[in-house]
T-cell receptor
């Protein structure tokens, strides 16, 4: 089973903000990631954050990291229908990455 | 700059056969990792290669093996296929082991019948 946990589903209205949450277990993880997967496709790297940072912003995406609680979140501002996909949180431990089960984001018009 | 290329995209094999999947990383990247994605188990790490050496291995049986060539291209092989090996196999490319950025290919969808 995964050591990285995410809620499985999130539904928002177009134009609203989406917040996808994740908890991880290894405090020694160096990097934490958010990937997006659309149907039939591979994983697209959206953003990542180094473990000694607590926030990173990249256009519509904001990543927040609470290292004490081992909690990571991804906020998507002004969510669009094209943002509908599965979002995976991942932690890098040594030479491998551990993924959550993915959160399916549905954006309703 | 070309992305990560995995071939073939789709494959159908029968139980007991073996299969070889290929991954060409981004030019200049020397680390290649392989993952198996299934609906039941999610994304699971198989192994990582860097400079033609396996650096780390996940919890998979010995039927799963891989190698990396001097041009950083990697292959993974699955012998004596089982129905449960049906999955999307994804390859990730990084500059070096433990790099901040890991880019994935489109994957190879393997179906075992």
């Amino acid at each position: 089973g995964e050591d990285v946990e995410q809620s499985l589903f999130l539904s928002v209205r177009e134009g609203d903000s989406s917040v996808i949450n994740c908890t991880y277990t290894d405090s020694s993880s160096t990097y934490l990631y958010w990937y997006k997967q659309e149907p039939g496709a591979g994983l697209q790297l959206l953003t990542y954050i180094f473990s000694n940072m607590d926030m990173k912003q990249d256009q519509r995406l904001t990543v927040l990291l609470n290292k004490k609680d081992k909690h990571l979140s991804l906020r998507i501002a002004d969510t669009q229908t094209g943002d509908s996909a599965i979002y995976f949180c991942a932690e890098r431990r040594n030479n491998d990455m551990r993924f959550g089960a993915g959160t399916r984001l549905t954006v309703k018009p | 700059k070309a992305g990560v290329t995995q071939t073939p995209r789709y494959l159908i094999k029968t139980r007991g056969q073996q299969v070889t999947l290929s991954c060409s990383p981004i030019s200049g990247h020397r680390s290649v990792s392989w993952y198996q994605q299934t609906p039941g188990q999610g994304l699971q790490f198989l192994f990582e290669y860097f400079s033609e050496t396996q650096r780390n291995k996940g919890n998979f049986p010995g039927r799963f093996s891989g190698r990396q060539f001097s041009n950083s291209r990697s292959e993974m092989n699955v012998s004596t296929l089982e129905l449960g090996d049906s999955a999307l196999y994804l390859c990730a490319s990084s500059l070096v082991t433990g790099s901040s950025e890991a880019f994935f290919g489109q994957g190879t969808r393997l179906t075992v019948v």
